[in-house]
């Protein structure tokens, strides 16, 4: 079951695939280790760990390092391919650790977080001061050529499309940080149209990863509505026989101060 933490939804991730058909998730996330100015053997935590590639990579870089994920699915894996490292299945906005720790390090999970309030608190309840939180996730307007798109064809179905990501600005999220001791340092919101694979590339992204909005829509519209979707997007998103989605990030490191 993912969850998006503060929101339980009842979608189960099928993690061998998403580990190998949407790679670019942790290739892009390797940018980040760069970010932290810690000494070897600091204690990191890897909230939304998936299935541990930047968990190891954390452990590579010298860090004394755990994984946390609310995915059961995602855990069993990581717990496969990292089992030196220990992890937690918790949600990011209630996970407890025994002492807190010198960094935090995520990638590509804090837009499925409804409450960046409740994240924060607890962000800062498991990060020493002075410690280092560094992550990035979608920012606005990320994917926004596929929602609109969507919304347009479900509207002709008369259906009602719903949008589940917590897209945030830098204005928006930085504000949230502050609020709860977390001061930010370096802040880019930046596009990164990112490639698919293959000709169904569009099709396999929506039905990884917009599960929620299609779960009351029957089996043979969903495929029609995907495929009108396919339709409208082809002369934005499609170039030289691939698919791109157009993302759009934000990277933030902040220092807790207190």
């Known amino acids: 079951m993912i969850a998006r933490q503060g929101v339980i939804m009842n979608i189960e991730w099928n993690a061998g695939d998403y580990h190998k058909n949407f790679s670019f998730v942790y290739k892009y996330g390797e940018e980040l280790l760069n970010l932290f100015t810690l000494q070897k053997g600091a204690r990191v935590a890897d909230v939304g760990c998936g299935s541990a ?20 699915q995602m855990i069993e894996l990581a717990k496969n391919n990292a089992p030196d490292i220990p992890f937690i299945c918790a949600d990011a906005t209630q996970f407890r650790l025994e002492e807190p720790v010198d960094g935090i390090f995520s990638n590509a999970v804090f837009h499925w977080i409804d409450d960046h309030e409740a994240l924060a608190e607890n962000l800062a309840r498991n990060l020493r001061a002075g410690g280092e939180l560094v992550c990035e996730f979608g920012g606005k307007g990320c994917a926004e050529a596929v929602h609109s798109a969507l919304e347009d064809v479900f509207k002709a179905h008369g259906l009602k499309y719903k949008r589940t990501f917590n897209f945030k600005s830098i204005g928006e999220f930085a504000p949230v940080l502050e609020r709860h001791s977390l001061v930010p340092v370096y802040c880019t919101l930046f596009p990164r149209p990112t490639r698919q694979q293959g000709e169904d590339g569009l099709k396999n992204w929506i039905f990884t990863f917009l599960k929620e909005p299609f779960s009351a829509v029957p089996e043979g519209e969903r495929e029609q509505i995907i495929a009108e979707a396919e339709r409208d997007l082809r002369p934005m998103l499609y170039k030289d026989g691939e698919w791109y989605i157009d993302y759009v990030r934000i990277r933030v490191k902040a220092i807790k101060v207190q």
């Open 53 to 72: 590639v930047l968990t190891k990579e954390l452990r590579g870089a010298g860090y004394d390092v755990c994984g946390i994920d609310s995915s059961t």
